[in-house]
């Protein structure tokens, strides 16, 4: 099946520090991924759409100079958090549109961030 | 309003026991709707897609229904083990636009 990876698995920075995490997609060719944001028992929000050689479409209130997102191919994506805050502590969860199979929407296992 | 409520909000049940999970939608235009699997600390993993014309898939011990007149999915876990001890997650694919995610319930299974 299709397998969406995310690098690293848990960061700890501390606060002011910038953070980069890695989306990819390791079996197929993905022109749009997502990026999603998951505070504890609590549902998935959705912070912004990647899509492959554009810029990025972000959700009304999130600072798109602050997750900075990068789509430079078709099985990567990263997402940049600059200044890191207390505040940005969550898990970060993306997933990958694969246009081969019905536009089939895929997760990767997602990065814990802890900012100090 | 484009809305997935799922209920209950949490649930205990005895190991070997069944559990069955709601999910109501409103959302339009109607693609298909997914139920997930979430383990504490790891992503979403599917279980289920159904699209408008399926009342019911199967994917082991996981039952899904769909009833797209009256916008109900419910999940039925057979024969419940520890390992079920998750969130489940009904998500709706609105028109291949958007997924919209429902807020998910809590499934404690105990010994």
């Known amino acids: 099946g299709a397998v969406v990876s995310q690098h690293p698995s848990w960061v700890i920075c501390k606060s002011g520090t910038s953070v980069k995490i890695e989306c990819r997609s390791l079996?197929?060719?993905?022109?749009?991924m997502f990026w999603y944001r998951q505070f504890p028992k609590q549902s998935l929000m959705l912070m912004a759409t990647s899509n492959e050689g554009s810029k990025a479409t972000y959700e009304q209130g999130v600072e798109k100079d602050k997750f900075l997102i990068n789509h430079a191919s078709l099985t990567l994506s990263t997402l940049t958090v600059t200044s890191a805050h207390p505040e940005d502590s969550s898990f970060y969860i993306c997933?990958?549109?694969?246009?081969?199979?019905?536009?089939?929407?895929?997760f990767g296992p997602g990065t814990r961030l802890t900012v100090t | 309003k484009n809305q997935v409520e799922q209920s209950p909000q949490s649930l205990i049940i005895l190991e070997g026991k069944n559990c069955t999970l709601q999910c109501n939608y409103t959302v339009s235009p109607f693609s298909n709707l997914r139920w997930y699997k979430q383990d504490t600390g790891r992503g979403p993993v599917s279980l289920t897609i159904?699209?408008?014309?399926?009342n019911t898939k199967s994917n082991g011990r996981y039952t899904a229904t769909l009833d797209a007149d009256t916008k109900q999915s419910s999940l039925h876990i057979t024969a419940s083990q520890l390992s079920d001890s998750a969130s489940y997650i009904c998500v709706v694919n609105q028109a291949g636009t958007a997924l919209i995610f429902g807020k998910g319930t809590t499934l404690s299974v105990s010994s």
């Open positions: 997933s990958a549109r694969d246009s081969g199979r019905d536009y089939e929407q895929y």
């Open positions: 079996d197929f060719q993905a022109t749009t």
């Open positions: 159904m699209t408008f014309s399926e």
